[in-house]
Nanobody, 130 residues
Framework: QVRLVESGGGSVQAGGSLRLSCTASEYTGPNYCMGWFRQVPGKEREGVASIARDGKALYADSVKGRFTIAKDSGKAGEDTLYLQMDSLKPEDSATYYC?????????????????????WGQGTLVTVSS
């Protein structure tokens, strides 16, 4: 299981910003794609954004224009994934999870990715108040 350490969650008022970070290391396989997902109690986990090894990013319609995903691969054997969240809305409140080692063919198929129990971070809570 890849090691994933997330940080950056917290509480913010609507319209504010937060930046999530996820450091991935100790890979057990190729890291073609990484992504951010979120989940609220009682609902299924959903994809927010993903980024492929070539830098191509995909976003959920609900966050386009407000969230930006980025990845830093400067350190050998380690990647840091970021999610810059601007213009936050109360409906963005959720636990956000980092996911690594997504196969290239699944980079945009989030409904399949969420079925795999491996390679998830511990989650970081984001609360947006109105």
């Amino acid at each position: 299981q890849v090691r994933l350490v997330e940080s950056g969650g917290g509480s913010v008022q609507a319209g504010g910003s937060l930046r999530l970070s996820c450091t991935a290391s100790e890979y057990t396989g190729p890291n073609y794609c990484m992504g951010w997902f979120r989940q609220v109690p009682g609902k299924e986990r959903e994809g927010v954004a993903s980024i492929a090894r070539d830098g191509k990013a995909l976003y959920a319609d609900s966050v386009k224009g407000r969230f930006t995903i980025a990845k830093d691969s400067g350190k050998a054997g380690e990647d840091t994934l970021y999610l810059q969240m601007d213009s936050l809305k109360p409906e963005d409140s959720a636990t956000y999870y980092c996911r690594a080692q997504i196969r290239s063919s699944l980079c945009g198929l989030w409904s399949i990715v969420i079925r795999d129990p491996e390679h998830w971070g511990q989650g970081t809570l984001v609360t947006v108040s109105s």
